[in-house]
């Protein structure tokens, strides 16, 4: 082999490695965020799901931002749309599980979606956490992103 087919070999085989390391840690960033939508129940009658809209085939993004410092954690979930009512959450181990359905809010118009890009349906999302907690000192809170904020001024 000639020194330049090897230099070409070389760089091609450089090149791969790292698509596949950056691919490797793209994948196992991502995947503790992935979250499975699964139908509703049958009566729903929902046109997203009825209709096969549901990108990814069910599987949406559910983000968690998780903060440790030395006495607490606390991890927030983003899910737009979903009221307090909607979830359900849980501590097992060292592992906070929030599932629950969110249902899709048809509109009152008689157009039709172009793009839909939520993904609605029962979900559950496992967030490990990095640090052990006590199941007694833990609580859940809720906060509405739609309700209007009260700014202080000071």
Avoid at 91 to 100: A, I, K, P, Q, S
Avoid at 129 to 138: G, I
């Amino acid at each position: 082999m000639t020194k330049l087919a090897e230099q070409l070999k070389q760089g091609a085989d450089q090149a791969w490695e790292s698509l596949s390391e950056g691919w490797r840690e793209l994948s196992a960033r991502a995947s503790g965020a992935l979250t499975r939508f699964g139908p509703a129940p049958a009566a729903d009658t929902s046109p997203v799901r009825n209709e096969g809209l549901l990108p990814f085939g069910g599987w949406a993004f559910m983000a968690a931002d998780v903060f440790v410092d030395d006495d607490k954690v606390i991890v927030r979930i983003g899910a737009p749309g979903m009221r307090r009512e909607d979830f359900n959450v849980e501590l097992h181990d060292d592992v906070l599980t929030v599932w629950g359905e969110k249902q899709f809010d048809r509109e009152a118009s008689r157009g039709r979606y172009s793009v839909v890009q939520c993904a609605y349906g029962n979900f559950r999302r496992d967030v490990a956490l990095p640090v052990s907690v006590r199941p007694d000192k833990t609580k859940a809170s809720y906060l509405d992103e739609r309700a209007p904020h009260r700014a202080s001024q000071g």
